[in-house]
């Protein structure tokens, strides 16, 4: 039973067992890198980032400086990669707190080098490459220069070459087949050159499960570890959902035919029609895309979104339910008995992907854990 009108839940059992599910489809030599960038999906940097760090996840990824930190000062001691880098002024910071950093760019390159000198330490650094991503990264031809000109800088540690995966998701592996191809001709070309490159990475979540070739010597999931199986196709290991969002019924309520539901009235009851009031809404990180598009569980059951959601309400149709009482538990997300709404099926109907559906909900809800 809930006590507030709303629960988001985490399940860091189900982390758990989705960080060893996937861990089980690497080789044993393979290090993993769990992605908890952006309050780990949303799901809290520092409960997630413990638990997969107990379960025996070898790296942790977070996206900038601040998360970094975050993660030293909670006493995390794995080796901590900032995946978008860092400012030339944030050098002495990510090393003080021994952060790796993705490098694309001479001026951080030179900073990391001096603060390292300074500091007495050495700056571990991972050379980011753009394959096809069309995103952070040095393109192809800047690669070797890039190599040639970070040999030359003292107190600077150059882990491996990394790159990002566009369309590892896809049915078709042409994409990532390309992607692969020139990673591997950069890896080549820069080991032909004397740069050993020991820990070099490529793959994301789906590559992890569907491309054990761009594994190298570390993956890096993210979204896999909380639950989303992102494809149909992939095959992916049987995952459990984390992330569990619940409400109860406010009103119940019985419709005349010809009823207008919510704002604007985009919904009109055909018929009779009984109807749960929910307090939840976008205010919640509800998409209003789901907009009679929704469902919900309730007792086992699926009961369609009707009208507009709302900032703090939503409207479901729960006609030939009699037991649907006020107070009753609403599941908008994960499980309900032996039914779930997965975060895929969610952002299916909204018109997203569950990264966002799980960024969305737990930015905007306070969470309860549950132990791992
Ligand atoms: C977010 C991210 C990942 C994880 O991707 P998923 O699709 O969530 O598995 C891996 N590498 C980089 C560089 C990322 O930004």
């Not at 996840?57 to 900038?64: H, K, N, Q, R």
């Not at 070797?144 to 800088?153: D, I, Q, R, V």
């Not at 369309?167 to 087949?177: I, V």
């Not at 006609?319 to 997965?342: F, K, N, W, Y």
Request: proline share 6%.
């Amino acid at each position: 039973m809930l006590t507030s009108l709303s629960e988001l839940t985490i399940d860091l059992a189900a982390l758990r067992h989705n960080y060893l599910a996937l861990r089980g489809r690497c080789a044993p030599g393979v290090r993993l890198m769990a992605v908890v960038k952006a309050d780990a999906y949303g799901h809290g940097l520092l409960p997630a980032a413990r638990t997969l760090a107990a379960a025996g996840a070898d790296y942790l990824g977070v996206a900038t400086l601040e998360e970094g930190l975050a993660l030293r000062e909670a006493g995390i001691t794995q080796p901590v990669a900032l995946l978008l880098g860092v400012e030339p002024g944030q050098a002495k910071a990510a090393l003080a707190a021994d952060l790796e950093v993705m490098l694309y760019r001479r001026d951080v390159a030179q900073a990391l080098s001096a603060a390292a000198r300074q500091l007495g330490k050495t700056a571990r650094v991972h050379l980011k490459a753009d394959t096809g991503m069309g995103r952070l990264g040095l393109t192809y031809p800047e690669v070797l220069p890039f190599l040639e000109f970070l040999a030359g800088l003292p107190a600077l540690e150059v882990l491996g070459l990394a790159s990002h995966l566009a369309s590892a998701d896809l049915e078709d592996p042409a994409y990532t087949r390309r992607q692969l191809k020139e990673f591997q001709e950069l890896l080549g070309a820069a080991r032909a050159r004397g740069f050993a490159l020991p820990l070099s990475h490529l793959a994301n979540s789906a590559a992890t499960v569907a491309f054990p070739e761009t594994h190298f010597a570390l993956v890096r999931p993210g979204i896999m570890l909380y639950g989303s199986r992102v494809a149909p196709w992939l095959p992916t290991p049987e995952l459990k959902p984390v992330m569990h969002f619940r409400t109860r019924v406010l009103q119940r309520k019985r419709l005349p035919p010809g009823s207008g539901i919510s704002y604007g009235s985009t919904y009109v009851t055909p018929d009779w029609c009984e109807l749960a009031v929910l307090p939840v809404g976008y205010a919640n990180g509800l998409s209003r895309q789901l907009s009679n598009r929704g469902q919900v569980l309730i007792r086992g059951r699926r009961a369609p979104m009707r009208g507009r959601v709302c900032m703090n309400l939503i409207m479901v149709e729960v006609t030939g339910l009699p037991d649907v009482r006020e107070g009753e538990t609403v599941t908008l997300l994960g499980t309900d008995g032996g039914e779930l709404i997965s975060g895929d099926e969610l952002a299916a109907w909204a018109g997203t992907i569950s990264y966002e559906v799980f960024c969305n909900l737990g930015a905007a809800n306070p969470r309860r854990y549950l132990p791992a």
